[in-house]
């Protein structure tokens, strides 16, 4: 067995099913806006090349998505560090150097993203962006794959460790880790591609966009489904007995799905066909945001039960934090209608 510190002897501060919901929520959210950005920024290079406007408006909208998708990604690694600290800190300080520039790199991507948003150098900057940001998502992908393997925790330190310290370079080059950022990497084209269905049907009157629109998002979701089909034919099965099976069917089979509304909406363009394709990539992420955490709690719960550990009632801050989130989401919906309005 590793030697696995116990949980913190104070407890949790609230139950932990309501720092489940919270963490799927907010990996949920984080979910729309990096997928937006992870497939969004080689679509829009892709584009621009072609000299297709939706490559433009896809620059444009990127700060935003950077943005909100930032701030979301807060909240489920927040929770993740209150439920499992003693398996996310170790792992995180075995790949010290790797996860300590993420920020250095997250900040020259953003840059990027901004000089491609107002036509510096686009291509360059998006390659840049493009190259950055892929690199923080295998980096994430890495660290919390590592956070459910601490049998693995020892032998690493044994192969990386100098007077009684790692040295940080080590990186977890693992088949699971680049099968589940292959999963994230399908579902993002497909979440471009429901953006552009929402953008091209609801928000943009240009017959021409429109039609470009029409034509991108099916070869989008096919893309997106191909990737999700490859990297799931391994992932699958390693998670089969870890999520109930309809939870495990619907993760799996709602981007397939999705890929078919995408094609019908190419065939009868609309906003029926194309609301049928925001609904389906809405359960693709919801269904996936939930698989994954239940996997999560399946591998951890070998190493802790989370029901044996003391719950101390921080509901003054809970009830705080809800409301903070409640006023923060309301905010976003007025920027919304503030937006849709000026339109």
């Keep these: 067995m590793a030697p696995i510190p116990g949980p913190d002897p104070l407890g949790l501060p609230v139950p932990p099913w309501i720092l489940f919901a919270l963490k799927v929520f907010g990996f949920f959210l984080h979910m729309v806006f990096m997928n937006l950005w992870l497939a969004g920024l080689p679509t829009a290079l892709v584009l621009h090349l072609l000299g297709s406007p939706v490559g433009g408006r896809l620059f444009q909208a990127m700060p935003f998505f950077m943005a909100f998708g930032i701030n979301a990604g807060i909240v489920p690694l927040l929770f993740i560090q209150t439920l499992y600290p003693q398996f996310f800190y170790p792992a995180t300080i075995l790949q010290a150097w790797f996860w300590f520039i993420v920020i250095p790199l997250l900040i020259v991507g953003y840059y990027a993203v901004y000089l491609a948003a107002f036509g510096r150098w686009p291509v360059a900057a998006a390659a840049v962006a493009t190259v950055l940001l892929t690199w923080i998502g295998l980096t994430f992908s890495a660290a919390l794959t590592l956070t459910v393997r601490p049998e693995r925790w020892s032998d690493i330190f044994l192969a990386t460790a100098s007077a009684g310290a790692v040295h940080g370079r080590y990186f ?45 998002v099916p070869v989008l979701y096919v893309l997106g489904g191909l990737i999700y089909g490859l990297a799931g034919l391994g992932y699958a099965p390693t998670v089969a007995d870890k999520v109930p099976r ?98």
């Design 172 to 216: 977890h080059w693992d088949p699971e880790a680049l099968r589940r950022f292959g999963l994230m990497a399908g579902m993002a084209f497909g979440t471009v591609g429901a953006f552009l269905v929402l953008d091209g049907e609801w928000f943009r009157r240009e017959m021409d966009y429109r039609q470009a629109v029409r034509r991108i």
């Design 246 to 343: 309809a939870l495990w069917l619907l993760a799996g089979g709602s981007l397939p799905l999705t890929v078919l509304l995408a094609l019908a909406y190419a065939w009868r363009p609309g906003p029926w066909t194309g609301g049928a394709v925001l609904v389906g990539q809405t359960f693709v992420l919801g269904s996936n945001a939930i698989a994954r955490q239940v996997v999560q709690f399946h591998e951890l719960r070998a190493w802790v039960d989370l029901a044996q550990v003391p719950v101390r009632g921080e509901w003054g801050s809970f009830w705080l934090f809800v409301i903070t989130l409640v006023l923060g989401v309301g905010v976003l919906f007025w920027i919304a209608r503030v937006a849709a309005r000026a339109r």
